[in-house]
């Protein structure tokens, strides 16, 4: 066959209409189902491990492990269990009968797997189809034309080995950071086309408008021509490419100039479809159609990354293709959750790890917006060449033509073979740059350095240097560590820095598997593989929120509306293609829910207005005018939402209005009654209206409280206020009773200089306390005790509902919210989110639902942090972060949160940047706090039944 390639140019900008009359198609047939939501069952037979032994039926695609066949192994079993353990390496057998169309047998017919873990043999009615396939997740075929009964029935058999017979293909695949699976996972079908067909394009497409296409050949033995028509999203022929073609050519390239094309960016994701007829005597011979988008990515050494001459920063993560009950066997409907979650958190890029995903995701990242590094796998160890040099040219030919692909990875952490390197730019048409993710300096490739896990530091120093630095993975979102966590100070240095590329987090999702062998319990392999951003059925943890905000690229740094606020705000313009005009901007008054509801939280709107969108172009900042009302200080708070060209929202920043004395004001209002302080010989007591608290003479300690008229025959709050940092003695002790309050006064030596309790006529009780500590620590302030399994909820005005830690406060606007008790811990089954137990901040009041009643605190001073519980945040032989003592805390600073890989806890969370440094003490500390305890008279309704006289529940 004659195999060279024809340079045809034809400059195209005049619209040519063509009537493709009788035009033949690849016709595909699915042997198995299209996804995890439609499957098909085959005969299977397992050797080993669970139902092996004998024939049955399969669902087919799937992991067979998630079908009740073979046995789980986690890829780091082999680190996990030493050098005496061996992987399971049971093999599936499969037959599937199928019968095809009489008129198939003028053409060729392939039979296709889009993924089969690992090794797979197929025959077809007993005669081998072809060598046997190695490599997992890449798409393979084989031709069958002269194996097949054409109309009649076929038998399809496939042997599909769970660990290669391949040592390397084994090392790049299987011994990696995630569940290891067997069967085949992805769909099986037949391609039928015409003998003489074009086999697949290569489209070259850049942002000035020129158009590069290579069309593969197959059989063609007869001169024919090519006939390509380029269509816009509405199917508008936009230019048209005609060239003839020679008898043997096997390539043939076709080029072309669109006029100012609309360009593919993540932020306008235009895509247009290339229409390529093969025609012979007039007549249309093979037609196919294929997606891509006009863009230009450079890397340009010492300086950054580009896309269509703009340079971009990439806010990626990294994603596996997993779901719970189905392993790696996804389906469109997921594919589609998992772009809408990576682009709900304004990332604009994915990082496919450590294996190139289903075709359906790409698509996906195509036609919604994100960039994308597809991987060759390679977890930590490579292919060899002779297995890797196949799968880099099945990855390749499969995917070249998506514009959201803008890298090629080969491999991860070591898993690199360097020989490879030549064989993704034999196979890509478009030349895109090709990168090495490592996690050891000194392994850039193409001058992107992606080395993973550094410090803010240690990455401050890297982008001072004279590479472009991406890292691949970075801030490990283990537990609740990572990702949202120190982020903020992290984008801020990679966004201002020259050569930075930006990052992609790690992870995604917690990989928690459904064990069919354990009753289908969630295992994520304890500590190894909950690492994501969410939860395995994408549960969003707190970073997710904490993300969203500080990548959303309309960037707004106002803290507090100022005094003399005129409605002006300023934006920052962190798109790079979009000017802020584009977007829509809404904003609302609204009044906060109340203390003492006991029906609803969040607020009310009660005003409402679209703010004009301000011209800001890229990068730039400028002001934003907001038409409020004149009385708009009358209301509790301002909402701002941005939303984006699309009409999806960026996020929505809030502000209160008003002082959290004027947000308390009503909270007061309680009939005034007598109070009065006794002392005995140990205990200080201060009462009203039936509400009694106790105090230890000698510490300044709560003892007790009841409050039978409010139905708290006794509330075990007690112990407290104790000084969280330091030491604490009573010298002195002065009660005080008047017309209005009583009250007694303890005077302090050391740390705590002085307590002061009242007992106010409204009912509440006043604690005034003063501190003084020099230095600084992870928390300060004072801590209580309280049963945590006598509670049912908590609800306050504050920040969440997720819990925040130092330098992860993003993502938790100032509302009214509740939560009901859990004892998740992060990243582990079962989970609720949000987490009950937690640090909360901005507090104005809370309210705690026990099963002895409720009580309340409250804040009239500003930055009060409340401590729920006993919790942590990475797991460990001595979990991170130490907690203050008590139960209840009530704070003036509150830890930062580190990072966690494996076994090993980061704590020192000062290398992560200036959020997550300790905060410093240098003067002394005053606070009031006020109690409720018992629930206030909310109505005057009668109740509708009779009270037992005597409750012995309790």
């Known amino acids: 066959m004659n195999c060279s390639i024809r340079w045809i140019f034809i400059f195209s900008i005049i619209l040519v209409g063509y009537q493709a009359g009788y035009a033949q198609e690849k016709q595909v047939q699915y042997l198995s189902g299209t996804g995890s939501d439609h499957t098909i069952a085959w005969d299977f037979y397992c050797t080993g491990g669970r139902n092996s032994g004998y024939w049955t039926t399969i669902q087919v695609p799937s992991c067979w492990e998630q079908q009740g066949f073979g046995t789980y192994n986690y890829g780091r079993d082999y680190k996990t269990y030493g050098k005496n353990f061996r992987f399971a390496d049971e093999k599936g057998k499969y037959r599937h009968s199928f019968k095809i169309p009489v008129s198939w047998k003028s053409k060729e017919v392939f039979i296709v797997f889009e993924g089969s873990m690992t090794d797979t043999e197929v025959k077809i009615n007993g005669k081998l189809a072809g060598a046997k396939h190695q490599g997992a997740f890449y798409r393979f075929r084989y031709n069958i034309t002269n194996q097949l009964k054409y109309g009649e029935v076929n038998l399809l058999e496939a042997e599909v080995s769970k660990m290669s017979s391949t040592v390397s293909v084994n090392n790049a695949e299987r011994l990696a950071d995630y569940w290891v699976f067997g069967g085949i996972f992805r769909p099986v079908y037949l391609e039928a086309v015409n003998k003489t067909h074009i086999d697949y394009v290569g489209i070259d497409a850049k942002a000035d408008g020129s158009f590069r296409m290579m069309a593969y050949l197959k059989n063609l033995l007869q001169p024919a021509t090519i006939l390509t028509e380029i269509k816009d999203a509405k199917g508008i022929t936009v230019s048209s490419i005609t060239t003839p073609v020679h008898k043997g050519d096997s390539a043939v390239l076709l080029q072309a100039f669109l006029k100012n094309p609309k360009l593919w960016s993540s932020e306008t994701p235009c895509l247009y479809t290339a229409h390529v007829y093969l025609k012979q005597n ?20 010492g300086d950054g990354i580009y896309v269509n001459n703009v340079q971009v920063k990439m806010k990626g993560v990294n994603r596996h293709c997993f779901w719970p009950e189905t392993g790696r066997t996804l389906n469109d409907s997921l594919q589609l959750l998992d772009v809408q979650l990576i682009k709900e958190m304004n990332m604009n890029a994915v990082r496919c790890s450590h294996y190139p995903p289903d075709k359906r995701f790409l698509e996906l990242c195509d036609s919604l917006g994100l960039y994308v590094i597809n991987e060759l796998a390679g977890w930590q160890k490579a292919y060899n060449t002779e297995a890797g040099t196949p799968l880099v040219k099945e990855m390749i030919t499969r995917d070249l033509n998506h514009p959201s692909i803008i890298f090629w990875a080969n491999g991860n952490e070591g898993g690199t073979n360097k020989a490879l390197d030549a064989v993704f730019s034999r196979w890509d048409f478009s030349g895109r740059p090709v990168i090495h993710p490592h996690h050891r300096p000194g392994n850039d490739f193409n001058g992107i350095d992606c080395n993973h896990y550094e410090d803010y530091y240690s990455t401050q120093n890297i982008l001072n240097d004279s590479l472009i630095y991406m890292p691949t993975e970075f801030l490990h979102a283990q537990d609740d560590g990572g990702a949202g966590s120190a982020m903020y100070d992290f984008w801020e240095l990679h966004w201002k820095a020259k050569r930075s590329g930006g990052g992609f987090l790690w992870a995604f999702v917690d990989e928690g598997i459904v064990r069919t062998d354990m009753r289908n319990i969630i295992d994520a392999n304890g500590l190894n593989a909950n690492d994501g951003i969410l939860g395995p059925h994408r549960e969003k943890e707190g970073s997710f929120y904490a993300l969203r905000e500080i990548f959303s690229p309309v960037r707004v740094s106002l803290k507090e509306i100022p005094a003399n606020f005129d409605g002006s705000i300023e934006l920052e313009n962190r798109y790079h293609f979009t000017n802020l005009n584009e977007c829509t901007y809404e904003w609302a008054l609204v009044n906060f829910r109340g203390t003492f509801d006991m029906v609803f939280t ?42 984006d060209p699309f009409g999806k929202e960026l996020y929505q920043w809030s502000w209160k209005l008003k002082t959290n004395r004027d947000l308390l004001r009503s909270v007061w209002n309680f009939a005034s009654q007598p109070s009065h302080a006794v002392a005995t010989d140990s205990l200080i007591s201060l009462s009203n209206n039936g509400l009694e608290i106790t105090i230890n003479k000698n510490t300044g300690l709560l003892e007790g409280i009841k409050n039978p008229k409010a139905g708290m025959e006794q509330l075990s709050f007690k112990k407290g206020p104790v000084l969280l940092n330091g030491n604490s003695r009573v010298t002195n002790a002065v009660i005080k009773n ?12 050391g740390n705590m200089r002085s307590i ?6 409204n009912g509440w009780v006043a604690l ?14 004072v801590s209580f005790s309280y049963p945590e399994n006598f509670v049912l909820a908590a609800k306050w005005l504050g920040k969440g509902p997720y819990r925040q830690w130092k330098n992860r406060t993003h993502g938790t606007p100032v509302n009214v919210w509740q939560n009901f008790f859990n004892n998740t811990h992060t990243g582990y089954s079962p989970v609720v989110y949000p987490e009950f137990k937690g640090y909360y901040s901005d507090i104005t009041w809370m309210e705690f639902n026990t099963v002895e009643g409720r009580f309340y605190v409250a804040s009239e001073d500003d930055n009060l942090s409340v401590r729920l519980f006993n919790f942590y945040g990475l797991s460990g032989s001595k979990p991170f972060p130490e907690l203050p003592e008590g139960d209840l805390s009530f704070l003036d600073a509150i830890p930062a949160m580190g990072t966690k890989l494996a076994l090993n806890i980061s704590p020192n969370t000062k290398a992560l940047g200036p959020q997550s440094e300790n905060t410093v003490f240098d003067k002394p500390v005053k606070r009031r706090l006020y109690f409720y305890f018992g629930l206030p008279k909310i109505s005057d309704a009668q109740e509708q039944y009779s009270r037992p006289d005597v409750d012995n529940v309790f």
Not at 625 to 641: E, G, M, S, T
Not at 738 to 749: L, N, Q, W, Y
Request: with cysteine.
């Open 282 to 301: 007039n007549k249309t011979i093979y037609k196919l159609k294929e997606k891509f988008g006009f863009r230009t990515i450079e890397v340009r050494q």
């Open 602 to 643: 969040g607020y009310t709107v009660e005003k409402t207005g679209l703010a004009k969108a301000p011209s800001i172009l890229p990068l730039a900042k400028g002001q934003i005018q907001l038409n409020l009302p004149a009385d708009f200080r009358n209301y509790d708070a301002l909402l701002l939402k941005a939303k």
């Open 738 to 749: 008047t017309d209005k309050e009583s009250s007694v006064t303890f005077t302090c030596e």
């Open 756 to 761: 002061k309790w009242t007992m106010q006529a």
């Open 768 to 781: 005034d306390y003063e501190y003084h500590i020099e230095g600084a620590y992870p928390f300060a302030g």
